[in-house]
Structures are given as C-alpha cells and as structure tokens.
C-alpha cells in the first residue's frame, strides 16, 4: 500500500526558504502510471495546488507561486521535494504530498490526487 | 484559471436523509474527444488529509461506500450522498483537473442535523 510521508522544518522566517520532502514507500516512485504534487491548506481554510512533478523531472507550477516554486525528484531516494522561497506568514500552512494518476488526453495529463500524506504544517513567523 | 464555486458553504442533514453538494465550474470541463468530465470529489474529515471518492465526475473510487454518487456534467457536478451516516461528516471539495492550474471549490461543510 503507497504511503507519502513529508517531513522538513515546522517554522521558517520571513523572506527565507521553506523546504520539504515526501518519502513516498509501498511504491517506486519512477512508476510512468502517475506523477507526484504539492498541494497546501491555510489553517481553516480550502486547498491550493502548489505543482506537480513527474519521475523524469518534468514540472508544471502554479501561475500564483511559479515564480518562487521548484518542485525536485530524486528517484534513487524514493523522494521529492519543494522549495518555496521568500516566504511570507501568507504561506502558513499545511502542505500535503499527494500521488497523481497520468491521464493521456491531447494535452492533458494530470487528474486526481491519491492518496495524500497527512500533511505537515508549515508557519511563517519570526 | 478555472473557477470551482461550491453551494451550499455548509449542510445540515438528519441521519438518513439525502445529501446534495453542488460545484459549478467557470468553464466547462467536458473533454469532448472522450467524453470525459474532468472533475474529482475528495472528503475531508477532521485532522485527515482529503480522500478521493469519485473521478471522471461520476467513477466512484474502489472501497467508497455506493451511498456516494457523483453526476453532472459541462460546467455543473452534484456529489450526492444517499443516506447520510454519522462518519460521513467532512468538508466535502471538488476538483477540476481539465487544464491548468489545477483548481478547487471552496469546500461544503457536511454536518449532522
């Protein structure tokens, strides 16, 4: 059974660099069935999608965070990662990794996210 | 960017009783050379990440109890719960993975009546 696992720093300074990882185990992570995302959830409130990696290091962001964003792979490690720089207490939040199944439809190739990690909370605070 | 906007904001629903969340998207999601409505449903129950229960609008995901059903398609998606039971009380999203970035609702809250 797939389980994803973040781990990385509970706190981080304003205008300094979050970085996390996703273990993910039961499941090699260079499988070409399925990709591997970020997503975050503000305290209370809904879910925002960070961005997605490939195994083969393919990348698609969102527009909203793509200028600070880079999402890695490291295949032999069964792992990967997320740095968002110059954060802000409007990045506080819980980060989830989640698994994603590759659709092939024209253009389109990403879907739903399953399963997910149990997420990490992330504060922006000096 | 696709706009997922959900109604109600909040539910409540006597044990037993049917269950209707309802996601409007800005545009339609419908890819026409399959067919396919490119729309997820998740439940997320307190201090839990999301779980998905359906995909492709209305393909409910293996081990979800057949008391959830999805339907809809273009731009309007129901999640409907049958026959409401305790542990269904979530925050209920749906998902449109038709183009990016990917978006979601704003979340249902489900609660007992």
């Known amino acids: 059974q797939l389980q994803l696992q973040e781990s990385g720093p509970g706190l981080v300074k304003p205008s300094e660099t979050l970085s996390l990882t996703c273990t993910v185990s039961?499941?090699?992570?260079?499988?070409?069935?399925?990709?591997w995302g970020w997503i975050r959830q503000p305290p209370g409130k809904g879910l925002e999608w960070i961005g997605t990696?490939?195994?083969?290091?393919?990348?698609d962001y969102n527009p909203s965070l793509k200028s600070r964003v880079t999402i890695s792979v490291d295949t032999s490690k069964n792992q990967f990662s997320l740095i968002l720089n110059s954060v802000t207490a409007a990045d506080t939040a819980l980060y989830y990794c989640?698994?994603?199944?590759?659709?092939?439809?024209?253009?389109?190739?990403?879907?739903?996210?399953?399963?997910w990690g149990q997420g990490t909370l992330v504060t922006v605070s000096s | 960017d696709i706009v997922m906007t959900q109604s109600p904001d909040s539910l409540a629903v006597s044990l037993g009783e049917r269950a209707t969340i309802n996601c409007k998207s800005s545009q339609s999601v419908l890819y026409r050379d399959n067919s396919l409505d490119y729309l997820a449903w998740y439940q997320q129950k307190p201090g839990q990440p999301p779980k998905l229960l359906i995909y492709w609008a209305s393909t409910r995901e293996s081990g979800v109890p057949d008391r959830f059903s999805g339907s809809g398609s273009g731009t309007d998606f129901t999640l409907t719960i049958s026959s409401l039971q305790a542990e269904d009380v979530a925050v209920y999203y749906c998902q449109q993975y038709y183009s990016p970035p990917i978006t979601f609702g704003q979340g249902t809250r489900l609660e007992i009546k």
């Open positions: 989640a698994r994603g199944k590759v659709v092939v439809s024209g253009a389109i190739w990403q879907s739903w996210f399953d399963p």
């Open positions: 039961g499941g090699s992570i260079s499988n070409s069935d399925y990709y």
């Open positions: 990696i490939y195994y083969s290091g393919g990348t």
